[in-house]
Every structure is written in C-alpha cells, then in structure tokens.
C-alpha cells in the first residue's frame, strides 16, 4: 500500500539544522569581510614614512638657517634702534620735565609782578598826579610802572614762548615713544620668526638617524677645510689695511673656535655681524651692529682691492659678513651648530667690501 506524500511546511522541525549551518556561514563571512576591511583600512590610514633624504634635510637646513640669519639681522637692527630711541624718549621727557618747572617759575613771576602792578595802579594816573603831595616822585613812580608794565608783557610772550617748546616736546617725546612701542613688536616677532626656523631645522635634523648626523656635520667641517684651502692663513705677505686694522684682525682671529649664536656679540659667541662688532671695537672703532649697515659703515672698496680688516659684505640682502684676512679668505661665524672659522671669500656671493 503507498502511502500519501506529505508536503514540508516551512518552519517546521526538519529546518532548524540548515538554518543554523546558513546563519554560521554568513557570520563567519561577515567577519572576513570586516577583517579585510580593518586591515585595508589601517594599511591606509598609517603608510609608512619614506626615510628623509640626507641631501634634501641639508639643503632645507640650510635654506632655514638663511632665513634665521635674515630674520636675525632685522632683529639685531631692532635692538640698535630700540636703544636709540630709549635714548632719544628718555632725554625728552627729561627736557619736557625741564620746560615745565621752567614754565611754572614763569607764570609765577609774571603772577607778582601782575599783583604788584594792580596793586600800584589801582587810581587814574591824573587822579593820582593832582593829589600827590610830592608830584615828581609820583613822575618817578609811573615811569617805574611803566617800565614794569613794559617787563609784564615781555614775560608774557616769554611764557607763551616757553608753552609752545613745551608742547613741540610733549608731541616728540610721544612719537618717540609711539615709534619705541613698533620697534618692540618689530624685534619680538623677529626673534619669533627665527626661532621657529630654527625649531624646524632642528626637527629636519632629527629625523636623520645619529650616524647621517655625524656625516653632515663631518661634511661641512670637510667644507670648511676646503674652503679655507690651508690650515693657516699666512698675513705677511699683505699687511692689514691700518694698525687699527691690524687689532680688529688679530681680534677676530683669536676667536676661531667660538660658537654661533643669534644675536650675540662676544666674547664667548658671536653671530656674523657681532663678530666684526666685537673685533673691531676691541681696535676702538664702533660698527654698525647689522651687516646691512656696516655695508655703509666705511669707504667702499673692490675685492682685488681688500686687505686684512676689511670687511666682506655676502648676498643681495647684505644678511652676512666675515672680515677678510688675506689669501682669499675670511673669518666668519657661519651659522648655527658652526663655529667662527676660515672660509674662501668664493663660496658666498660678494655683494660689497667695506674698510672701516
């Protein structure tokens, strides 16, 4: 006997089996999924850094330290020109002190002489002359008066004088003191701006491993060697362009070795113009503090035609300077990590020479 086929109804008993081995098979599926796309998404997310190139670290430190020096020089000219006009308010507020005490004792003897008069003059000078028991000693009298009315109105226009110098004071020692305040600005936002530049040349340095920090380092003490050509630099065979010449050399000289350091003028670190600052004051002359202004500091002369003490004014800008020594060369404070040293007058652009 056959017996009836009976249809499977959805949802019944024979499903579960399958139904759990599909749900496994698309969790597990699921999870490859998302794993893939973790570790796509990392993959894409931290690439790995290409090692920086020794090269192109040397030449972006060396572009930095360029701008620092620039930056360094404009602060340098700040600090010059923020102690002049220190100066220059200074000695104005003194003489408007001065004007005013002076304007003061003014208006206090124009006072008594005022009283004096009215008290004096009170009555009509006829009045005055018909009553008076003794009539030319009243004469004597009114031309005293006179004469003192005569002094009153001199004094007056001395008092005047005297406001309008006391006013023309007060507006200059205000605009120096308006003009001190830019000069402040001035000189902080340079020393910022160099300072950063430096925070990102030392960050390009760091990421150089020690061993290519020793290299770069060695490579521009081996510049240096090259450039300077000897290990001495021989001063007989042209003499210094004056005795005083001759100190300032001597100066700059005994501080090869010393350290670079922005803004410094000796005499344990220099930078470029602080340098020739500090040499040539030890020989009683007084420089410019920035390389842009002891470009003027002197009778401009041409490079065949300098000797020992002459200063080397480098680049369009005029931002660096070194003391030529003879041979070809110059003393110099290079840049940061560097110290004073001899360098060929040929490695920099020569944009003026200058004798003191």
């Known amino acids: 006997m056959v017996m009836p086929h009976r249809p499977v109804t959805p949802g019944r008993s024979s499903q579960p089996g399958a139904a759990r081995r599909l749900a496994r098979a698309l969790m597990v599926t699921a999870a490859a999924t998302t794993a893939l796309a973790m570790t796509a998404a990392v993959g894409q997310a931290a690439p790995v850094a290409p090692k920086p190139d020794k090269k192109d670290v040397k030449a ?26 220190q100066a220059d308010a200074g000695a104005l507020q003194q003489q408007v002190a001065d004007a005013q005490d002076t304007l003061n004792r003014m208006r206090g003897d124009l006072a008594t002489l005022a009283g004096a008069e009215y008290r004096s003059g009170g ?3 006829t009045v005055q002359l018909i009553l008076s028991s003794d009539p030319e000693a009243y004469l004597n009298r ?3 008066l006179d004469q003192a009315a005569q002094q009153r109105a001199a004094k ?41 530049r430096l ?31 000897a290990d001495r630099v021989d001063l007989a065979s042209l003499p210094p362009a004056s005795d005083r010449a001759a100190v300032a050399v001597a100066a700059a000289l005994s501080k090869v070795g010393s350290p670079y350091v922005y803004g410094s003028t000796g005499p344990g670190a220099f930078d470029c113009s602080g340098l020739m600052y500090w040499s040539w004051r030890q020989a009683g002359v007084t420089l410019p503090r920035t390389s842009q ?8 002369i041409s490079l065949s035609e300098a000797r020992p003490g002459d200063l080397v004014i480098f680049f369009k800008d005029m931002h660096h300077v070194g003391m030529y020594v003879g041979g070809g060369t110059v003393v110099h404070a290079p840049h940061p990590g560097a110290r004073v040293r001899y360098e060929s007058v040929a ?3 020569v944009a003026a020479v200058v004798r003191p």
Do not use: C, H, I, W
């Not at 360029?66 to 602060?75: D, H, L, P, R, W």
């Not at 202004?293 to 401009?300: C, D, E, K, L, T």
């Open 142 to 144: 009114a031309r005293t």
């Open 156 to 196: 007056l226009r001395d008092v005047r004088d005297q406001q309008r110098r006391l006013d023309q004071k007060r507006a200059e020692a205000t605009g120096k003191l308006a003009e001190l305040d830019g000069v402040r600005q001035t000189l902080l936002q340079s020393k910022q701006r160099t300072q950063q």
């Open 123 to 125: 009555m009509d000078p």
């Open 199 to 229: 925070q990102k040349a030392q960050a390009l340095l760091d990421s150089l491993d020690a061993t290519e920090r020793a290299q770069l380092a060695e490579d521009d003490a081996d510049e240096a060697r090259a450039g300077r050509g």
């Open 347 to 349: 490695v920099m652009p």
């Open 60 to 85: 972006q430190v060396d572009q930095l330290y360029t701008e620092a020096e620039q930056e360094n020089e404009k602060a340098n000219a700040a600090e010059e020109a923020q102690r002049r006009l």
């Open 293 to 300: 202004a002891q470009a003027f500091g002197g009778r401009r």
